[in-house]
């Protein structure tokens, strides 16, 4: 079992940035793609990005593409979120996730609180 670890969350106002650290146990089949996905209060849990870990190929939202940017360390099993020109709507719960081949995220960590104020 992969063990996901986020951290870099917090209160930040509206134009600032944030990254976030995805930091995995292990690399397996099972962490074929590394992807960052949000869950606004009310809402439905939605992807935000991801990477293959072998290629590097990134998947965005079209809601944070340009700003936002996923990358990886392969040295530290570690996927990033860069976050830029946040905005309130991006306010929400960022969990990182695992996935293999398929791309069905089945792995995920427990959550890092993102809040933008206006």
């Known amino acids: 079992q992969v063990q996901l670890v986020e951290s870099g969350g917090g209160l930040v106002q509206a134009g600032d940035s944030l990254r976030l650290s995805c930091a995995a146990s292990i690399r397996t089949f099972s962490t074929y793609y590394m992807g960052w996905f949000r869950q606004a209060p009310g809402k439905e849990r939605e992807f935000v990005a991801d990477?293959?870990?072998?290629?590097?190929?990134?998947c965005y939202a079209d809601s944070v593409k340009g700003r936002f940017t996923i990358s990886k360390n392969n040295a530290k099993n570690t996927v990033y979120l860069q976050m830029n020109s946040l905005k309130p709507d991006d306010t929400a719960v960022y969990y990182c996730a695992a996935a293999p081949p398929n791309r069905e995220y089945r792995n995920w960590g427990q959550g890092t609180q993102v809040t933008v104020s206006s």
């Open positions: 990477i293959n870990w072998s290629d590097g190929i990134k």
